[in-house]
């Protein structure tokens, strides 16, 4: 039997296994209690309680016979992609009920989708890059070619007609750098992607944090985009539901065949989600809901304006945090070794800017995750760091 | 950008999938309310006592900042793979812990597994077989060999040394034929597997139906499996959790670097499954949880007892049900026409026996899985039907 040849090509440890393979070993040889964790984007507000009320409820609900649910439609519940729909359409964007697809969250279906296209395809991708999607790629063997993201660019680099691409990743609000594409500048993706026959990979997983008016949250405020555009988005950061495991993908019908080719891929390779989880994530999409998970997206706004406040005072080039969980800063030199000397020094722990590609070196990644309490200590911690 | 050449290689829609177009078609069509489904493997008694109180006290702490839990350990929780480690143990089959990894079914993990395979393996399936086998692996583009389950063999194929494999799937208790392996059948395999360098990718899902003291539960149970086999098991069937989605797979270190390479795949493809899940499945491996799931099991033991004397009643040729929740019965000519006249004449819904393979025409497959009394009265209209 031969193993497949392309996770050689993989870095041998996902990023964020690495970052907790340290802190793991720090904190066996150190035993310290003030660890503060700014890496992994997971959030700490609890779940809101509509979610957790709907949760009991169908909980109980399979414990009875007669409201017993077994597997679940292929697609998804029609009750939550209903909410889904009307949640689009609250943004002024129709969509077709069996063009939104439930999954157990974005990085399943980012990593999946690529099961849809051959080999021989040219993956474009930004650098620095959320490392799913080209371990993904990797895995399957594809070309892949980098557009820089770079301060010179805000980390928002646009299409280069030069270099030809048939399956762009794009994430906005992006992570790692918390950078943002207006609509003029999906535009241009757009319109790029049809001129090479491509698609694009929208991944909008944070899109509830835009709060700039101009700022896109969903690729199909773009005209056209559903002839070219996927979108991903996810319940994770939206409504904390990092530990539950819920997220959706629209497939528009107008692109190709891939929403056939989507339904056929995940009957074959999966059998849905939870109908607990179905329910909770139904319960965030209610009025109630978004008004509670909007009080916690609102502790993490507050987050990132201390975590600003702290980097505009050290001096140190910094984006994002405005429309984004993400801030990423200057950290100079090793990215690795600020993350060691972070750890070692004050024990907080973040991203390695490298760990996102080469154009993250001397870059890092802190998120607005944590409490109040934490970030305000962590960021005091890290100013001391940057200013010995 | 270019497709997968290989979804031309699938049939146009999943068996299941198929079938259930139909049976809405025909709901459309008449609206019948008596209609009794024994087709896909989908169970009906409520989740056991205690992984609904678990799951309410797992929602619980979601909704409280102290003890919510984000992204979970890419394996699964310790609590719940340590559960998995004593069920074996109490079965005596010794697991180290980070063999075993959590998923959100086997499903997906039998269908992701072939990620870790180069394109240039041959597969060895069974015919009839589990669809999602042969699905995975044409997507792949891999070559794919059968060997025929037969009325003649007892729908248990052995070895045949004049074929090359390299990765062998084998299910037992069998989907959809009933049929189970011996250890003296799994010791020739295993054999088999070793002389040609090959793995095996060995579905237990229906393990707890096992009653027959000389029927193997665990591959595990024949010497030297774990240096070439990897065992995947569900809770769906065990447990009844097809719409809660939980499942685990066995990945011996002894075998190869798989261990490693499934971690790789896992922690680049997945963030886990939803932590309610698992401590609903946790609990469902209680001593309290398996009896009362022994108790939900027992039901659908004694509903394959009813189909297997009703079979009997007719004369038609039938395997399976003893140790399995499926009864494979000869339908004779067209399964699909047997299975239209079924939902048409009487309105029992049943699966094609040639939707999992050639050699599966002419039969057809039942589930035990649907409730007593609507199992004693399909078996009334099938037995009226086989007479007709």
């Known amino acids: 039997m031969l193993f497949n040849p392309y996770f050689a090509d993989l870095s041998n440890v996902y990023l964020f296994a690495e970052a907790e393979n340290r802190l793991r070993a720090f904190l ?3 035993k310290p209690n003030n660890v503060i964790k700014m890496g992994i984007g997971d959030v700490t507000q609890p779940l809101c309680a509509a979610a957790v009320e709907a949760g ?60 849809l296209f051959a080999k021989d395809n040219t993956v474009l991708l930004q650098d620095p890059v959320y490392p799913v999607y080209a371990d ?3 895995l399957h063997g594809r070309k892949i070619v980098y557009a820089s993201a770079t301060m010179e660019n805000g980390f928002l680099p646009l299409p280069d007609e030069r270099v030809k691409a048939d399956i762009i990743y794009l994430c906005s609000p992006n992570n790692p750098t918390g950078a943002v594409y207006s609509a003029a500048d999906l535009e241009q993706w757009v319109a790029y992607a049809k001129s090479m026959g491509a698609v694009i990979l929208f991944d909008a997983a944070y899109e509830a944090f835009v709060t700039e008016d101009k700022k896109v949250r969903s690729i199909y405020e773009v005209r056209g985009a559903d002839e070219v555009a996927v979108e991903f ?49 139904e319960a965030a999409l209610t009025n109630e809901g978004q008004k509670q998970t909007a009080a916690a997206r609102e502790v993490y706004r507050k987050n990132a304006q201390v975590i600003l406040q702290a980097l505009r005072k050290t001096g140190v080039f910094h984006t994002g945090g405005v429309n984004a969980p993400y801030i990423w800063f200057k950290c100079g030199g090793s990215s690795w070794d600020f993350f060691d000397r972070l750890l070692n020094e004050v024990q907080v722990v973040g991203t390695p800017g490298v760990g996102f590609g080469r154009n993250g070196e001397g870059f890092f990644r802190l998120t607005a995750f944590n409490t109040y309490k934490n970030t305000v200590e962590a960021m005091r911690r890290i100013q001391s760091v940057l200013r010995a």
């Open 28 to 30: 066996a040889r150190t």
């Open 56 to 115: 009991k409820t169908a909980v109980e609900e399979m414990g009875k016979a007669e409201s017993f649910r077994g597997y679940g439609p292929y697609r998804g519940y029609p009750f939550l992609i209903k909410s889904i729909a009307a949640y689009y359409k609250s943004r002024g964007i129709s969509l077709d009920e069996d063009e939104i697809f439930i999954s157990d969250g974005s990085k399943s279906d980012v990593a999946g989708f690529t099961d």
């Open 136 to 138: 993904a790629n990797i």
């Open 233 to 281: 988005c996810s319940f994770s950061k939206t409504a904390g539901f990092t530990g539950v495991r819920c997220g959706y993908t629209v497939v528009p019908k107008k692109l190709a065949n891939l929403n056939a080719l989507w339904f056929r891929r995940q009957s074959a390779k999966s059998n849905g989600v939870s109908y607990v989880t179905q329910r909770m994530a």
